[in-house]
């Protein structure tokens, strides 16, 4: 059957006293609903329709560009109340799977298995087995084992509160027949509320099957509702990506200290050492190195390439064999070649370290092109940037910049040129030649450092106009 997602997103979340609409707090960099509807698009949707209310505006804007269908739901009136606003864009050959956009880490496996069960005849429920189920609805089962009702926690009895399975909210069904049930649900209940859960004794009714699954871990069905259950979800986010990089042969110096935002790849032999953040999409290439405190976001690193501690790497593409860091920064369009060396409080931005070549101290390279085997010492500085335009150096193969020189673009500097130290560089360099610019160099006899002078000392001099080491005005 074709399968339309409704994801209930409407929570204002009172519980996490922020401005930030619950579905937008961030769970491992990304907002919590976009945890579900990535997980949704995985399942093969033919639709996925959001139900929003609380933050409006705010949480669409977030997800512009993203093909999902939008449902407001202006005042809250309980889930089945939520899902009934988003049935009228559903056809009625549809599979109805309903998600919660503060249910981040539920497993497309779970809800693949959930899918199976439901069809024409039958609807599908995710359940879970608590040992303290407080707040949960319960799932009742008949003395043959089959589900014939869910009793939220307000409403149910002694007996039934003994009851350890619980409801996760999660459903698939008909399209059909849940556009009949919902219509027939009543809010005669603790909460005044429409509950959607009051479809499975309605669906009993009907003759249909409930088909309960039972979740494989409780973290995947848990719900964010304040602070400490969304760093409880970020922690067992943690605990997961760790162990998928340890399944694929990653060695972690401490699988407890590493953060997995994003997607990452990883080659054989691959060592990551703690407090390493990696986001967006990774890859690191066989036998990578990454050392402590590393940032890691959109990058590419080549075989055998060792990440010293404390780099910060965003939208770079490193070769095979480099050497970045420590404390060095990759901005967006920075690309080492095999070979390269970035060293220390170097940065590149929108460069090109050519194979072989070396800046491994305290640098800035902007908008650069550097040839190979080129060695930029220490202090050297790209002017790239006048106020309003950004202006391009090439370096050309084989040239040695000294160190403390300032590059002021657009300049070049051609094939094996030498650079002399303390040198501002503004018309091009020729090939093969030594190229300086310094001021001459003065020194003063007599000169002494200046020495404080005393309150009655100073209260004088600024009477006069000047301080002591100031020449008199004409």
């Known amino acids: 059957m074709p399968l339309s997602i409704v994801i209930l997103a409407a929570g204002q979340g009172k519980r996490m006293r922020s401005d930030l609409p619950k579905v937008l707090q961030p769970l491992a960099g990304r907002p919590l ?34 093909e999902l269908g939008w449902t407001l739901q202006p005042e809250q009136h309980g889930t089945g109340h939520a899902v009934q606003q988003a049935m009228p864009a559903i056809p009625d050959d549809h599979l109805v ?12 496996a779970t809800l693949r298995d959930l899918l199976a069960r439901a069809g024409e005849r039958a609807l599908a429920l995710l359940s879970v087995r608590l040992d303290d189920p407080t707040g949960y609805g319960r799932v009742l089962r008949d003395k043959a084992g089959n589900v014939y009702r869910i009793v939220e926690q307000k409403d149910a009895n002694r007996k039934e509160l003994a009851v350890r399975e619980s409801n996760t909210g999660l459903m698939a069904a008909p399209a059909a027949a849940l556009r009949r049930w919902l219509a027939r649900l009543g809010n005669d209940n603790a909460q005044g509320e429409y509950y959607l859960t009051d479809v499975v004794t309605l669906a009993v009714r009907d003759g249909f099957r409930i088909e309960a699954v039972v979740a494989p871990t409780v973290a995947e069905v848990l719900g964010v509702n304040d602070r400490l259950q969304l760093a409880a979800l970020e922690a067992e986010y943690r605990r997961l990506q760790a162990r998928a990089l340890l399944e694929a042969g990653v060695t972690l110096a401490d699988p407890a200290r590493i953060d997995v935002r994003g997607r990452v790849v990883c080659g054989r032999d691959v060592a990551i050492d703690v407090n390493v953040v990696l986001e967006g999409e990774v890859a690191l290439g066989d036998r990578v190195v990454v050392g402590p ?42 690309r080492l070649l095999a070979d390269a060396h970035v060293g220390n409080f170097v940065e590149l931005k929108n460069a090109t370290l050519g194979a072989g070549s070396k800046a491994n101290h305290l640098s800035y390279l902007g908008d650069t092109t550097i040839g190979r085997k080129v060695n930029v010492g220490a202090g050297t500085i790209t002017c790239n940037y006048d106020g309003v335009n950004k202006w391009p150096t090439v370096i050309e193969d084989g040239a040695f910049i000294g160190s403390g020189t300032m590059l002021v673009a657009p300049v070049t500097v051609g094939r094996d040129a030498t650079i002399g130290a303390g040198s501002t560089i503004t018309r091009p360099v020729p090939r093969g030649t030594l190229t300086l610019e310094r001021s001459r160099q003065q020194t003063l006899a007599g000169w002494h450092r200046p020495v404080k002078a005393s309150d009655e000392e100073r209260e004088r001099h600024v009477a006069r106009g000047r301080l002591p080491d100031e020449p008199a005005k004409d």
Do not use: K, W
């Not at 609903?33 to 399942?43: G, I, K």
């Open 97 to 108: 799977l309903v998600l919660y956009g503060d249910v981040p880490l539920v497993q497309v």
């Open 33 to 66: 609903l976009q945890h579900v509807v990535d997980c949704a698009r995985a399942l093969g949707a033919d639709a996925i329709h959001v139900v929003y209310g609380h933050g409006g505006e705010r949480v669409r804007a977030a997800f512009e560009g993203q």
């Open 293 to 334: 405190g590393c940032v890691l976001r959109d990058v590419q690193v080549g075989a055998d390439t060792v990440l010293h501690p404390h780099s910060v790497l965003n939208g770079a593409v490193i070769g095979e064999r480099c050497s970045v860091g420590p404390f060095a920064r990759m901005r967006p369009g920075a």
